[in-house]
T-cell receptor, first 115, second 114 residues
Framework: EAQVTQNPRYLITVTGKKLTVTCSQNMNHEYMSWYRQDPGLGLRQIYYSMNVEVTDKGDVPEGYKVSRKEKRNFPLILESPSPNQTSLYFC??????????????FGAGSRLTVL | AQKITQTQPGMFVQEKEAVTLDCTYDTSDPSYGLFWYKQPSSGEMIFLIYQGSYDQQNATEGRYSLNFQKARKSANLVISASQLGDSAMYFCAMSPPFGTPLVFGKGTRLSVIA
């Protein structure tokens, strides 16, 4: 089944404790991205990647890191989480960045709480 | 920069009635894509419909249609014959011609009443 898998689905952590949210897709998509969703703010881009070893910042990259060492994986790293990073996170992938190819397939979401 | 505006935070519709969810966008690019996604209470994001800026006809997918008015920069979603299962958050999104990921609006919460 074609899908984007993210883990963990739920996580409660404490301020400053490094964590990684993994994301993997099995569709050979070139394009992957991370969003965070907060009430009243919709989905906001954190980082995206157009291909292996190519990443770029979205609208809200502060406090996050990403890497794209393999085509299928795009982990999101919070080096020192803070309470304002409490959010619902989505990983997504698509065939490519052009308008018609950019139909995103989303992961199920990861709900992160930072105490 | 691209921007999506959804002015209706919440809407109610009677079951079996049609409903229109508004979306306006702003871009200076001549080539772009417009998308609608549904997010039920379970949280997943479900792709509904896509419209390309050069498409001559409005996109349709089953009970969903996209009312694309290019001059007005609007891309409203029309759901015909609403069902209780249509109760969800709906997001309008735009893709520029190349490069950056989709830009999303803040969403409209639709509630279908029996």
């Amino acid at each position: 089944e074609a899908q984007v898998t993210q883990n963990p689905r739920y996580l409660i952590t404490v301020t400053g404790k490094k964590l990684t949210v993994t994301c993997s897709q099995n569709m050979n998509h070139e394009y992957m991205s991370w969003y965070r969703q907060d009430p009243g703010l919709g989905l906001r881009q954190i980082y995206y990647s157009m291909n292996v070893e190519v990443t770029d910042k979205g609208d809200v990259p502060e406090g996050y890191k990403v890497s794209r060492k393999e085509k299928r994986n795009f982990p999101l790293i919070l080096e020192s989480p803070s309470p304002n990073q409490t959010s619902l996170y989505f990983c997504a992938s698509s065939l490519g960045p052009t308008a018609g190819a950019n139909v995103l397939t989303f992961g199920a979401g990861s709900r992160l709480t930072v105490l | 920069a691209q921007k999506i505006t959804q002015t209706q935070p919440g809407m109610f519709v009677q079951e079996k009635e049609a409903v229109t969810l508004d979306c306006t966008y702003d871009t200076s690019d001549p080539s772009y894509g417009l998308f609608w996604y549904k997010q039920p209470s379970s949280g997943e994001m479900i792709f509904l419909i896509y419209q390309g800026s050069y498409d001559q006809q409005n996109a349709t997918e089953g009970r969903y249609s996209l009312n694309f008015q290019k001059a007005r920069k609007s891309a409203n979603l029309v759901i015909s014959a609403s069902q209780l299962g249509d109760s969800a958050m709906y997001f309008c999104a735009m893709s520029p011609p190349f490069g950056t990921p989709l830009v999303f609006g803040k969403g409209t919460r639709l509630s279908v009443i029996a």
